[in-house]
């Protein structure tokens, strides 16, 4: 809870184990540049990013983000059925991830790993549900190689990225 603004927050806890034995302290670096991007990155339809708190003497670190009432735009049911939706969900839920998509590109993001587990349903106002991209751990810098990072290979041919940014091969 954000006393200061009377929000609720959430709390993402990552081992620092998890991140440790991939990174190394250029990669920690970077990762700590493209958390502060993303909490640059505001839009209706993504998550928000408050904090990261790295601090290295903790054996976890912390993303202090949204807090969103609702579940992934796909949950599963203990009866390992999911609730299907009407057209009209179907198509907010993919304008919603292309304005957002479309917002993080322009801004030199590429998440990375779109899946329905990654798009969060925000039902606080049950009348109007607004889907919501989250989940930026393999996003990466356009100006970083994407090939390298967490692109499929049949994407990575897509793309070339230069200094100046990305062009189509």
């Known amino acids: ?15 620092r184990r998890n991140i ?19 909490k640059k990155v505001h839009h209706p339809n993504i ?3 408050f904090e990261f708190i790295d601090d ?8 202090v983000m949204q ?25 907010a839920v993919i304008l919603g991830v292309t304005s957002a998509l479309a917002h993080c590109h322009h801004r030199g993001v590429i998440h990375g790993d779109i899946k329905p587990d990654n798009i969060l349903m925000d039902r606080s106002d049950p009348s109007n549900p607004i889907p ?10 356009l100006f970083r190689s994407v090939a390298t990072c967490c692109a499929t ?3 990575a041919e897509l793309l070339s990225v230069t200094s100046g940014g990305a062009t189509s091969t």
């Not at 440790?20 to 991007?37: F, K, M, Y």
């Not at 290295?56 to 993303?63: A, G, H």
């Not at 969103?68 to 999911?82: H, I, L, N, R, S």
């Not at 919501?132 to 810098?141: W, Y």
């Open 1 to 15: 809870f954000d006393v200061s603004t009377g929000q609720d927050r959430a709390v993402k806890v990552i081992p």
């Open 20 to 38: 440790n034995h991939v990174l190394s302290h250029s990669g920690r670096q970077s990762l700590n540049a493209e958390v502060e991007a993303l």
């Open 47 to 49: 998550v928000r990013v």
């Open 56 to 63: 290295p003497s903790d054996e976890f670190v912390y993303i």
């Open 67 to 91: 807090c969103v009432f609702g579940g992934a735009v796909a949950m599963m049911e203990p009866d390992g059925t999911c609730a299907t939706l009407r057209p009209e969900e179907v198509a």
């Open 132 to 141: 919501l991209l989250t989940d930026f751990g393999v996003a990466v810098s």
């Open 153 to 155: 290979s049949e994407f």
